[in-house]
């Protein structure tokens, strides 16, 4: 990450003005990032990770007073940015910028005086852009949460599993209500449910429904059949099988010889779609992430 500093320094050292979008395409030349991850994204799927991360040292490079922005997305080098690029410093990082005050601010550290004296600790300062540290332990929470989950709802009852299998679906937009819902789906069966739930809140179709409630045992090609065997019967193109567990891959190839629609839930997906919509979890703590609305100052005349 702080490989960054000094190439984009060097890029606007002509003291003219150029786009922080040009920097981020130059740099993604310099460290030869293949298109796969010039556009890799954060979890969040908000910024890409390379124009994050260069964003990120522009911003410091700026609290350290080495460049500025005469307008809005643009860069241009300062005088002592200048100087320090004539200085021919092998590499910028977060130890070299917090000689200067503004940057020691910036992050909250005490100034380095010079290298090696008991202040040099001080330079143990977050290396890649906050926001994607956030993210990260925001993902690392989420999938340990997704495990517990699984655990949870694989040694829960059957009647249990019918319950939060409607739940689930009326949350994504499915069956109308909850107890319209419950009677559509209808009574579980051998450690499972079996029945039709509303594609709609008006009823106008139906979708049939097939769950598996294992712990260890994959879903093999058979039960897959059966389902479909059961949607011929019924002259329905349209179900959902969810399981606990997962599908063989002669199991999810069924389907796409018979010309229906199966939509496959294993039980990763099953967890990820109980966190997305709050089924079985609570929000504890919630962090709002802002940014300076640009639009706000731009026609100030101060």
């Given at each position: 990450?702080?490989?960054?500093?000094?190439?984009?320094?060097?890029?606007?050292?002509?003291?003219?003005?150029?786009?922080?979008?040009?920097?981020?395409?130059?740099?993604?030349?310099?460290?030869?990032?293949?298109?796969?991850?010039?556009?890799?994204?954060?979890?969040?799927r908000t910024y890409r990770v390379f124009d994050n991360r260069v964003g990120w040292a522009q911003s410091q490079?700026?609290?350290?007073?080495?460049?500025?922005?005469?307008?809005?997305?643009?860069?241009?080098?300062?005088?002592?940015?200048?100087?320090?690029?004539?200085?021919?410093?092998?590499?910028?990082?977060?130890?070299?910028?917090?000689?200067?005050?503004?940057?020691?601010?910036?992050?909250?550290?005490?100034?380095?005086?010079?290298?090696?004296?008991?202040?040099?600790?001080?330079?143990?300062?977050?290396?890649?852009?906050?926001?994607?540290?956030?993210?990260?332990?925001?993902?690392?929470?989420?999938?340990?949460?997704?495990?517990?989950?699984?655990?949870?709802?694989?040694?829960?009852?059957?009647?249990?599993?019918?319950?939060?299998?409607?739940?689930?679906?009326?949350?994504?937009?499915?069956?109308?209500?909850?107890?319209?819902?419950?009677?559509?789906?209808?009574?579980?069966?051998?450690?499972?449910?079996?029945?039709?739930?509303?594609e709609d809140r008006l009823g106008l179709g139906v979708i049939y429904v097939q769950a598996k409630r294992y712990?260890?045992?994959?879903?093999?090609?058979?039960?897959?059949?059966?389902?479909?065997?059961?949607?011929?019967?019924?002259?329905?193109?349209?179900?959902?099988?969810?399981?606990?567990?997962?599908?063989?891959?002669?199991?999810?190839?069924?389907?796409?010889?018979?010309?229906?629609?199966?939509?496959?839930?294993?039980?990763?997906?099953?967890?990820?779609?109980?966190?997305?919509?709050?089924?079985?979890?609570?929000?504890?703590?919630?962090?709002?992430?802002?940014?300076?609305?640009?639009?706000?100052?731009?026609?100030?005349?101060?």
């Open positions: 990450m702080q490989d960054i500093q000094l190439p984009l320094l060097k890029f606007v050292a002509d003291k003219e003005e150029h786009s922080i979008r040009s920097a981020i395409d130059h740099l993604a030349r310099i460290f030869n990032l293949s298109e796969e991850e010039k556009k890799k994204i954060l979890p969040s490079l700026k609290a350290a007073g080495l460049i500025q922005s005469p307008k809005r997305g643009y860069l241009r080098i300062t005088e002592r940015g200048a100087t320090v690029l004539k200085q021919e410093p092998p590499r910028i990082d977060n130890e070299f910028l917090l000689q200067f005050d503004g940057f020691a601010k910036f992050i909250g550290r005490t100034k380095v005086a010079k290298k090696g004296t008991s202040a040099d600790t001080e330079s143990n300062v977050i290396d890649r852009p906050p926001q994607e540290t956030i993210e990260e332990s925001y993902q690392r929470i989420k999938e340990k949460l997704i495990e517990e989950l699984l655990d949870k709802v694989t040694k829960s009852p059957p009647d249990f599993f019918e319950k939060l299998v409607v739940e689930l679906l009326v949350k994504m937009g499915y069956g109308g209500s909850v107890e319209d819902a419950g009677e559509a789906v209808g009574k579980s069966g051998d450690g499972g449910i079996d029945g039709v739930i509303k712990k260890d045992a994959t879903v093999g090609s058979k039960p897959v059949r059966d389902f479909l065997g059961a949607l011929d019967i019924k002259g329905a193109t349209k179900g959902v099988f969810i399981t606990t567990s997962t599908f063989s891959n002669s199991a999810t190839e069924n389907e796409s010889r018979t010309g229906k629609k199966i939509v496959f839930i294993d039980g990763r997906k099953l967890a990820e779609l109980m966190f997305e919509y709050d089924i079985g979890v609570t929000s504890e703590s919630i962090y709002k992430i802002k940014k300076i609305d640009s639009d706000y100052f731009e026609d100030w005349d101060g």
